[in-house]
């Protein structure tokens, strides 16, 4: 194994190489990385939509109210000569003063019916007081509570005053009559609409304004003192809602120039496009085609509500962009109120913007109320005006040559507007103008299509874009595209429904309602559809069917199971997801579609995706499973037999590798035992009973720091480290949070130290509400109680947990929670903390001897029963109980009869959490209370609080969920276009992960220029620090100055440049446990940290050592069944970036193989030997491991073969424990092991024997070997480390600390290399932690 010299490349190929090595950072594959790592899984908080029209309103009643006395001028206006004359595009004076006034009000009436044609009209012509009254009160006592709207003409009466009067006539046309506007708001009540066409007319509103505000007091003074006088008179209506249009302000005169209609208001008002293009004509700017005279305007051809036609056109343009403007300009809330709620009150409004254009340019200033902010200038009138100057621009033509007519490009030209806006934006910014345009497009065919597509674009923007198009009103629209049978549209709609439905899912009533849920139906349905857009369909119909009865009910006709389960095996994993989902939640508490689901035999279709690549998928798959076994109906055998089967199904998952997983498992089994709820409390008296007797052995000889002898623990109370090493811990996880841990730590009964363990921590706000006795948050059965539990039922007899017989069960899913309820990942352990403290509370108080009322009469609730009431059976005279035929089929061994014969059981003390005193089994108290009540109440009178059969659901609170539905929902209301920030080129992150490359290239660089010259010294201590723990594992971060000392069961971080301690962090495992190994995961990147303790379990680690709080990213059993030993290797693992997997092994028979992208086990390769596994080492190129046994044997395994021959060497030359084998990475590699002899020996892979011996130190605790240098570091028990070349030679001896007086180094504890730098770590016995390097000058 000597130096090679080829590997002493000229510094031109290292230069190449470390091009090369850039690159091989961005390719290689980083682990736990995903959104289910880095967010936490809940849904998005809903945004409050105002979109939808809580009233939305008509106008049902118009009085046309005409003052005109055609041919007599009121005395206080001054008329100019020539003037303006036209009343609703009629010449008075063409014809007998009585005739013209009927024919103006007809043509009024015609011109508001464009508008509104279903209304009722009344004119009222030239009319008195009383006329108007009675008018006025008839329309509102027919329109009850719709609106009503008056419309005054007062051309021929004098102007308003300002009391607040306007004018009539009296019967015989001598005298002007004023009218009180206070008596007008009496007829007309409220909601109601007014115009006002006089002068003046600003006047009237604000009139009626100070009326408004008067009413408004006398309501209250009503209100307050009934005696009052005005509390005796009727109540005056409220004028909250009523809107009024005036044509001027309080001091100007209407126009008067000839060119215009005298009502030039009622003409902007009622027939904008005829006004709009005389005034446009009168202009004096310059036209495309001059000389388009004022009688060519009349001839233009078409009808206004056919958009083909020329004036059909431009009145729809005219719409557009009206509406437009006042979205731009108006509140939201008013734009609703105005232009949504009632159609003719919008299209007034949208005619009332034209007017002010036109009237301020004659001076004159129409008001409304509400207020609105002035639109006269806004830059979409130019749109207008180039709109109908390109069509009067073809009048000419058309009339005279019969041309065709060519279609304004403004629709085109402002969707490319649209797409300008949404592809150059940034994200923080206005709203696009055009999005009201976009809706007035979807009618259209010929820019249907691409309307669509880019307001999906808009939708993908994110949930403010959503509400945004909801709010302009895009709903209605999308909702009739639906009845469309255009193949095209499809996609477009599934993604646009898609993204409303995220954000807002209230529609799902508005779909089925409209039967849109069919258009989904047959997207999904359809095969030829491209995965991704029957995801969405999926996803819409989940939506569909989410607790809502009709929509359950609709899909389940609609054959949705049928179609959901052909797709379950799609290669598209989002779909996948979605399938299950929607089949969880069209059978949740809905009984016909889950019977329809067991005639497909959806459970076991659906087992598949138990075992699928895809975490997300398998905990969708276990969502639907629970909810199928959750369903509250009366079961029958067939369906228990069915609730077996996906219970142990279901148990599979127990050691699955994700925890989004079991945490959905654990709900899942929660649905199973408030469904089978006492065969749960008798299983778990059984359990109680069982561990009081049961002295478990003591699972660990801990070693205490700083001596090596063994101390025998007793399980009871555990240990705690003195408190003050806690205080510098950050929090370490937000479930467990220790600082909080600590003010919580209980005394236990005899007043003794403090308690400390994982059971006593403090939970998040999210286990502990509900914990416990309802009035008291303590936990029944702490976690050294489950633990205990668990760990007695694993030695017992029944361990396997596949191939059960069916009445065992609930022992089995009793024996999983237990098992979750250790889980290393707290949410999960919480959750079944939860379940299993419900089960025991009841199953306590259920147990508890009541006051008996007669002896002679016992009830007894029979377990099996899982309906949820309970059955009970009388039986007559003394006799015991025997327990029921149905009791003796929850476990295999018949219950005993009860051993006092009919006495009365004695009464024991309240049950106390610490399980002490004898729990006797279920069916040996006589039982005055059902299994599901809600626990003890005031009165203990037997039956008095057993009536209510619902009532045990409401303890452990049976719709425990995860919030994994929600959380898969955001993937649609997010962005799905927009580039991923890590692959934007100029993203922060991009550019912090190019800074990380590049340091990671000088780190390899400057350290192997300094390996390459040769290290021929290693003792510079160039750090030394106490470490709060003994430490037990040390860890190099590959490339910051950083290192990872873990102690039993908390990690410490330095900085070994600056010398600074950066973190220090609980681990969470359990006392009796330690941690025995840590990886760097993605050391390149983004650094993780993996800790492996001596019972299996894996935690991974976040946010350490940078200010942060730690965070645990997740957490999962490695190994099952390891008994923590002192002896034993503990837990070894060996991580592979470049493949993701992750080689895990120790005081187990077998070497695990977990695939870290899929999160699950993929290969278990056994080691074919008896004794446990020290030491592993990959390489990934081969496909080889190679492992270092307690037996001394070394063994190489290729895993890519079968389980039984994938050993393809064992080396039997080393007679001991073999403390390190090492795997070399180049593709001739040897296998370097050494044994606590201190015998080096070298392997070739291909020879049976090994090629080179070397002996070094012997009693060796520590090894490592550098992976570059070719260094060896051996750690003795006789503190002292002896650091050898690849001959062999010693290099350097340490045996003192510097500094310090010279003292001696502690026995070696653990050692370890630094990958890239010749940096060695130290840890000993006497908590110091020491760095020791090569010589000065090389570095």
Same mark, same amino acid.
């Given at each position: 194994?000597?130096?090679?010299?080829?590997?002493?490349?000229?510094?031109?190929?290292?230069?190449?190489?470390?091009?090369?090595?850039?690159?091989?950072?961005?390719?290689?594959?980083?682990?736990?990385?995903?959104?289910?790592?880095?967010?936490?899984?809940?849904?998005?908080?809903?945004?409050?939509?105002?979109?939808?029209?809580?009233?939305?309103?008509?106008?049902?009643?118009?009085?046309?109210?005409?003052?005109?006395?055609?041919?007599?001028?009121?005395?206080?206006?001054?008329?100019?000569?020539?003037?303006?004359?036209?009343?609703?595009?009629?010449?008075?004076?063409?014809?007998?003063?009585?005739?013209?006034?009927?024919?103006?009000?007809?043509?009024?009436?015609?011109?508001?019916?464009?508008?509104?044609?279903?209304?009722?009209?009344?004119?009222?012509?030239?009319?008195?007081?009383?006329?108007?009254?009675?008018?006025?009160?008839?329309?509102?006592?027919?329109?009850?509570?719709?609106?009503?709207?008056?419309? *005054?003409?007062?051309?021929?009466?004098?102007?308003?005053?300002?009391?607040?009067?306007?004018?009539?006539?009296?019967? $015989?046309?001598?005298?002007?009559?004023?009218?009180?506007?206070? +008596?007008?708001?009496?007829?007309?009540?409220?909601?109601?609409?007014?115009?006002?066409?006089?002068?003046? /007319?600003?006047?009237?509103?604000?009139?009626?304004?100070?009326?408004?505000?008067?009413?408004?007091?006398?309501?209250?003074?009503?209100?307050?003192?009934?005696?009052?006088?005005?509390?005796?008179?009727?109540?005056?209506?409220?004028?909250?809602?009523?809107?009024?249009?005036?044509?001027?302000?309080?001091?100007?005169?209407?126009?008067?120039?000839?060119?215009?209609?005298?009502?030039?208001?009622?003409?902007?008002?009622?027939?904008?496009?005829?006004?709009?293009?005389?005034?446009?004509?009168?202009?004096?700017?310059?036209?495309?085609?001059?000389?388009?005279?004022?009688?060519?305007?009349?001839?233009?051809?078409?009808?206004?509500?056919?958009?083909?036609?020329?004036?059909?056109?431009?009145?729809?343009?005219?719409?557009?962009?009206?509406?437009?403007?006042?979205?731009?300009?108006?509140?939201?809330?008013?734009?609703?109120?105005?232009?949504?709620?009632?159609?003719?009150?919008?299209?007034?409004?949208?005619?009332?913007?034209?007017?002010?254009?036109?009237?301020?340019?004659?001076?004159?200033?129409?008001?409304?109320?509400?207020?609105?902010?002035?639109?006269?200038?806004?830059?979409?009138?130019?749109?207008?005006?180039?709109?109908?100057?390109?069509?009067?621009?073809?009048?000419?033509?058309?009339?005279?040559?019969?041309?065709?007519?060519?279609?304004?490009?403004?629709?085109?030209?402002?969707?490319?507007?649209?797409?300008?806006?949404?592809?150059?934006?940034?994200?923080?910014?206005?709203?696009?103008?055009?999005?009201?345009?976009?809706?007035?497009?979807?009618?259209?065919?010929?820019?249907? =299509?691409?309307?669509?597509?880019?307001?999906?674009?808009?939708?993908?923007?994110?949930?403010?874009?959503?509400?945004?198009?909801?709010?302009?009103?895009?709903?209605?629209?999308?909702?009739?595209?639906?009845?469309?049978?255009?193949?095209?549209?499809?996609?477009?709609?599934?993604?646009?429904?898609?993204?409303?439905?995220?954000?807002?899912?209230?529609?799902?009533?508005?779909? #089925?309602?409209?039967?849109?849920?069919?258009?989904?139906?047959?997207?999904?349905?359809?095969?030829?559809?491209?995965?991704?857009?029957?995801?969405?369909?999926?996803?819409?119909?989940?939506?569909?069917?989410?607790?809502?009865?009709?929509?359950?009910?609709?899909?389940?006709?609609?054959?949705?199971?049928?179609?959901?389960?052909?797709?379950?095996?799609?290669?598209?994993?989002? =779909?996948?997801?979605?399938?299950?989902?929607?089949?969880?939640?069209?059978?949740?508490?809905?009984?016909?579609?889950?019977?329809?689901?067991?005639?497909?035999?959806?459970?076991?279709?659906?087992?598949?995706?138990?075992?699928?690549?895809?975490?997300?998928?398998?905990?969708?798959?276990?969502?639907?499973?629970?909810?199928?076994?959750? $369903?509250?109906?009366?079961?029958?055998?067939?369906?228990?037999?069915?609730?077996?089967?996906?219970?142990?199904?279901?148990?599979?998952?127990?050691?699955?590798?994700?925890?989004?997983?079991?945490?959905?498992?654990?709900?899942?089994?929660?649905?199973?035992?408030?469904?089978?709820?006492?065969?749960?409390?008798?299983?778990?008296?059984?359990?109680?009973?069982?561990?009081?007797?049961?002295?478990?052995?003591?699972?660990?000889?801990?070693?205490?720091?700083?001596?090596?002898?063994?101390?025998?623990?007793?399980?009871?109370?555990?240990?705690?480290?003195?408190?003050?090493?806690?205080?510098?811990?950050?929090?370490?996880?937000?479930?467990?949070?220790?600082?909080?841990?600590?003010?919580?730590?209980?005394?236990?009964?005899?007043?003794?130290?403090?308690?400390?363990?994982?059971?006593?921590?403090?939970?998040?706000?999210?286990?502990?509400?509900?914990?416990?006795?309802?009035?008291?948050?303590?936990?029944?059965?702490?976690?050294?109680?489950?633990?205990?539990?668990?760990?007695?039922?694993?030695?017992?007899?029944?361990?396997?947990?596949?191939?059960?017989?069916?009445?065992?069960?609930?022992? @089995?899913?009793?024996?999983?929670?237990?098992?979750?309820?250790?889980?290393?990942?707290?949410?999960?352990?919480?959750?079944?903390?939860?379940?299993?403290?419900?089960?025991?509370?009841?199953?306590?108080?259920?147990?508890?001897?009541?006051?008996?009322?007669?002896?002679?009469?016992?009830?007894?609730?029979?377990?099996?029963?899982?309906?949820?009431?309970?059955?009970?059976?009388?039986?007559?005279?003394?006799?015991?109980?025997? !327990?029921?035929?149905?009791?003796?089929?929850?476990?295999?061994?018949?219950?005993?009869?009860?051993?006092?014969?009919?006495? @009365?059981?004695?009464?024991?003390?309240?049950?106390?959490?610490?399980?002490?005193?004898?729990?006797?089994?279920?069916?040996?108290?006589?039982?005055?209370?059902?299994?599901?009540?809600?626990?003890?109440?005031?009165?203990?009178? /037997?039956?008095?609080?057993?009536?209510?059969?619902?009532?045990?659901?409401?303890?452990?609170?049976?719709?425990?969920?995860?919030?994994?539905? +929600?959380?898969? /929902?955001?993937?649609?209301?997010?962005?799905?276009?927009?580039?991923?920030?890590?692959?934007?080129?100029?993203?922060?992150?991009?550019?912090?992960?190019?800074?990380?490359?590049?340091?990671?290239?000088?780190?390899?660089?400057?350290?192997?220029?300094?390996?390459?010259?040769?290290?021929?010294?290693?003792?510079?201590?160039?750090?030394?620090?106490?470490?709060?723990?003994?430490?037990?594992?040390?860890?190099?971060?590959?490339?910051? !100055?950083?290192?990872?000392?873990?102690?039993?069961?908390?990690?410490?971080?330095? +900085?070994?440049?600056?010398?600074?301690?950066?973190?220090?962090?609980?681990?969470?495992?359990?006392?009796?446990?330690?941690?025995?190994?840590?990886? *760097?995961?993605?050391?390149?990147?983004?650094?993780?940290?993996?800790?492996?303790?001596?019972?299996?379990?894996?935690?991974?680690?976040?946010?350490?050592?940078?200010?942060?709080?730690?965070?645990?990213?997740?957490?999962?059993?490695?190994?099952?069944?390891?008994?923590?030993?002192?002896?034993?290797?503990?837990?070894?693992?060996?991580?592979?970036?470049?493949?993701?997997?992750?080689?895990?092994?120790?005081?187990?028979?077998?070497?695990?193989?977990?695939?870290?992208?899929?999160?699950?086990?993929?290969?278990?390769?056994?080691?074919?030997?008896?004794?446990?596994?020290?030491?592993?080492?990959?390489?990934?190129?081969?496909?080889?491991?190679?492992?270092?046994?307690?037996?001394?044997?070394?063994?190489? *395994?290729?895993?890519?073969?079968?389980?039984?021959?994938?050993? #393809?060497?064992?080396?039997?030359?080393?007679?001991?424990?073999?403390?390190?084998?090492?795997?070399?990475?180049?593709?001739?590699?040897?296998?370097?092991?050494?044994?606590?002899?201190?015998?080096?020996?070298?392997?070739?892979?291909?020879?049976?024997?090994?090629?080179? #011996?070397?002996?070094? #130190?012997?009693?060796?605790?520590?090894?490592?070997?550098?992976?570059?240098?070719?260094?060896? /570091?051996?750690?003795?028990?006789?503190?002292?480390?002896?650091?050898?070349?690849?001959?062999?030679?010693?290099?350097?001896?340490?045996?003192?600390?510097?500094?310090?007086?010279?003292?001696?180094?502690?026995?070696?504890?653990?050692?370890?290399?630094?990958?890239?730098?010749?940096?060695?770590?130290?840890?000993?016995?006497?908590?110091?932690?020491?760095?020791?390097?090569?010589?000065?000058?090389?570095?």
């Amino acid at each position: 194994m000597k130096m090679d010299s080829e590997l002493l490349l000229s510094p031109a190929v290292c230069l190449a190489e470390e091009e090369e090595a850039d690159m091989s950072d961005w390719n290689l594959p980083l682990a736990f990385m995903k959104k289910r790592h880095s967010e936490k899984i809940e849904g998005s908080k809903a945004l409050a939509q105002s979109w939808r029209m809580k009233d939305r309103m008509k106008t049902v009643s118009v009085a046309l109210v005409l003052c005109l006395n055609v041919g007599v001028d009121p005395p206080d206006v001054v008329k100019t000569s020539p003037c303006a004359r036209l009343e609703c595009w009629i010449d008075p004076l063409s014809m007998s003063p009585q005739k013209a006034l009927e024919t103006i009000g007809a043509n009024l009436q015609k011109q508001y019916e464009n508008w509104q044609p279903r209304a009722r009209y009344k004119q009222s012509l030239d009319p008195t007081v009383d006329e108007v009254k009675k008018l006025c009160t008839s329309l509102r006592r027919n329109a009850k509570e719709e609106r009503v709207l008056f419309h *005054y003409n007062g051309h021929g009466v004098p102007r308003p005053t300002v009391n607040g009067e306007i004018w009539v006539f009296n019967k $015989n046309y001598t005298q002007y009559i004023p009218l009180s506007v206070y +008596d007008l708001q009496t007829w007309m009540g409220s909601p109601s609409i007014f115009v006002y066409d006089c002068s003046n /007319a600003g006047i009237i509103v604000k009139s009626f304004k100070q009326f408004a505000l008067q009413r408004e007091q006398e309501l209250e003074v009503a209100a307050i003192n009934p005696n009052h006088p005005l509390a005796q008179m009727p109540l005056p209506p409220s004028m909250k809602n009523c809107i009024q249009l005036a044509a001027c302000e309080a001091s100007e005169l209407l126009p008067m120039n000839p060119d215009l209609p005298a009502d030039l208001f009622t003409s902007c008002l009622t027939t904008p496009i005829k006004i709009a293009l005389r005034w446009f004509c009168m202009q004096k700017s310059a036209k495309l085609v001059p000389g388009v005279t004022l009688d060519l305007i009349e001839k233009i051809p078409g009808r206004l509500n056919d958009r083909r036609t020329p004036l059909g056109e431009l009145n729809w343009i005219f719409t557009a962009i009206t509406d437009t403007i006042a979205w731009n300009v108006l509140p939201r809330d008013l734009f609703q109120k105005l232009f949504r709620q009632d159609l003719l009150v919008a299209s007034l409004f949208r005619n009332f913007l034209l007017a002010e254009r036109i009237m301020r340019s004659y001076n004159c200033t129409p008001v409304s109320s509400p207020r609105l902010p002035p639109t006269y200038m806004h830059a979409m009138w130019q749109a207008w005006d180039l709109a109908v100057d390109i069509c009067l621009s073809q009048l000419p033509t058309i009339i005279e040559e019969g041309t065709a007519f060519r279609h304004s490009p403004f629709f085109a030209e402002q969707l490319t507007a649209f797409q300008v806006w949404l592809t150059m934006g940034v994200e923080n910014r206005n709203p696009p103008e055009q999005l009201p345009i976009v809706l007035q497009v979807l009618l259209s065919q010929v820019h249907r =299509l691409r309307a669509l597509d880019l307001l999906g674009r808009f939708l993908d923007l994110g949930p403010w874009a959503v509400s945004l198009a909801l709010s302009v009103g895009i709903f209605p629209y999308v909702l009739k595209l639906l009845q469309s049978s255009a193949r095209e549209l499809r996609p477009l709609l599934v993604f646009i429904w898609a993204k409303i439905l995220a954000v807002d899912s209230s529609c799902q009533a508005d779909l #089925v309602k409209d039967n849109g849920h069919k258009y989904f139906l047959s997207v999904l349905a359809d095969p030829y559809m491209p995965a991704e857009h029957r995801t969405m369909a999926v996803f819409i119909l989940a939506v569909i069917v989410n607790s809502y009865t009709t929509g359950q009910e609709a899909c389940l006709q609609g054959n949705l199971i049928a179609i959901c389960l052909e797709q379950l095996s799609d290669p598209h994993p989002l =779909l996948r997801q979605w399938v299950a989902i929607c089949l969880g939640r069209i059978w949740q508490n809905f009984d016909s579609a889950r019977w329809c689901g067991v005639r497909d035999s959806a459970h076991e279709k659906l087992y598949s995706l138990l075992s699928d690549p895809i975490p997300e998928v398998r905990c969708a798959a276990v969502f639907a499973l629970g909810t199928f076994v959750g $369903n509250s109906a009366e079961r029958t055998d067939h369906s228990t037999t069915i609730d077996h089967n996906v219970a142990m199904m279901l148990a599979q998952l127990i050691n699955d590798g994700s925890p989004v997983v079991r945490k959905e498992l654990v709900v899942a089994l929660s649905h199973l035992v408030v469904q089978y709820e006492s065969n749960f409390c008798t299983v778990a008296l059984q359990f109680m009973e069982e561990e009081k007797n049961y002295a478990v052995p003591s699972p660990a000889n801990t070693l205490e720091p700083g001596n090596l002898t063994p101390v025998r623990d007793s399980p009871a109370i555990p240990r705690l480290r003195s408190v003050n090493s806690y205080t510098n811990i950050r929090a370490a996880t937000t479930a467990r949070n220790l600082n909080k841990s600590l003010q919580n730590l209980n005394l236990n009964e005899e007043g003794g130290p403090v308690a400390f363990s994982p059971g006593n921590l403090s939970t998040s706000s999210s286990a502990s509400s509900t914990l416990g006795s309802p009035d008291n948050d303590e936990y029944i059965l702490s976690f050294e109680t489950i633990d205990k539990m668990r760990r007695v039922s694993s030695y017992s007899s029944l361990n396997s947990l596949i191939g059960v017989s069916f009445n065992s069960v609930y022992t @089995q899913i009793w024996r999983v929670l237990l098992h979750l309820a250790a889980d290393p990942f707290p949410e999960v352990s919480d959750l079944a903390m939860k379940v299993l403290n419900s089960i025991a509370y009841k199953a306590t108080i259920n147990a508890r001897p009541q006051r008996i009322l007669d002896s002679g009469s016992l009830t007894q609730s029979a377990p099996a029963s899982p309906t949820s009431k309970g059955a009970h059976i009388h039986q007559a005279g003394g006799s015991p109980p025997m !327990p029921s035929a149905s009791s003796s089929s929850l476990t295999n061994e018949v219950p005993k009869p009860p051993t006092r014969g009919g006495e @009365q059981p004695p009464t024991r003390p309240p049950y106390t959490p610490t399980l002490g005193g004898q729990a006797p089994h279920s069916h040996q108290f006589p039982r005055t209370r059902k299994m599901f009540d809600k626990g003890p109440s005031g009165s203990e009178q /037997a039956g008095d609080d057993a009536d209510d059969p619902g009532g045990h659901k409401a303890y452990m609170n049976a719709n425990l969920s995860t919030g994994l539905c +929600d959380w898969s /929902a955001k993937y649609f209301a997010q962005p799905v276009m927009k580039i991923p920030e890590e692959h934007d080129v100029e993203s922060q992150v991009r550019k912090e992960r190019e800074w990380r490359f590049l340091r990671n290239a000088r780190v390899r660089k400057q350290s192997q220029r300094i390996t390459q010259r040769g290290v021929t010294r290693l003792d510079d201590q160039i750090f030394i620090n106490r470490n709060p723990g003994v430490p037990s594992v040390v860890k190099f971060h590959p490339f910051n !100055p950083c290192i990872a000392v873990a102690d039993k069961d908390s990690i410490c971080f330095w +900085d070994w440049e600056k010398a600074e301690r950066l973190d220090y962090f609980y681990n969470g495992n359990p006392r009796y446990t330690r941690i025995t190994a840590m990886e *760097y995961l993605n050391g390149h990147d983004y650094s993780l940290l993996l800790t492996a303790t001596d019972d299996g379990a894996l935690r991974i680690w976040k946010n350490f050592a940078d200010q942060r709080n730690p965070e645990m990213v997740t957490a999962w059993q490695g190994l099952s069944d390891m008994l923590p030993t002192t002896r034993g290797a503990g837990m070894v693992v060996d991580w592979e970036q470049e493949t993701g997997l992750l080689m895990t092994s120790g005081d187990v028979r077998v070497i695990r193989i977990w695939d870290t992208e899929r999160e699950m086990k993929v290969q278990d390769i056994p080691t074919g030997a008896d004794s446990c596994v020290t030491s592993l080492s990959c390489d990934s190129q081969r496909s080889l491991i190679a492992a270092g046994l307690g037996d001394g044997s070394v063994r190489l *395994y290729d895993r890519r073969m079968g389980a039984n021959e994938c050993r #393809v060497m064992t080396y039997r030359e080393h007679s001991s424990w073999v403390v390190k084998a090492h795997l070399q990475k180049q593709t001739d590699g040897k296998i370097i092991s050494v044994s606590v002899d201190g015998d080096v020996r070298f392997f070739e892979l291909r020879s049976p024997d090994s090629v080179n #011996v070397l002996q070094t #130190v012997k009693g060796l605790t520590a090894l490592d070997i550098h992976p570059q240098a070719n260094l060896f /570091a051996c750690g003795s028990m006789n503190q002292f480390i002896a650091v050898y070349n690849s001959n062999g030679d010693v290099i350097s001896n340490i045996k003192y600390y510097d500094g310090f007086m010279g003292q001696r180094i502690g026995a070696i504890s653990c050692l370890a290399f630094h990958p890239y730098w010749p940096h060695l770590a130290v840890g000993s016995n006497d908590y110091y932690m020491s760095i020791y390097s090569a010589e000065k000058r090389l570095r």
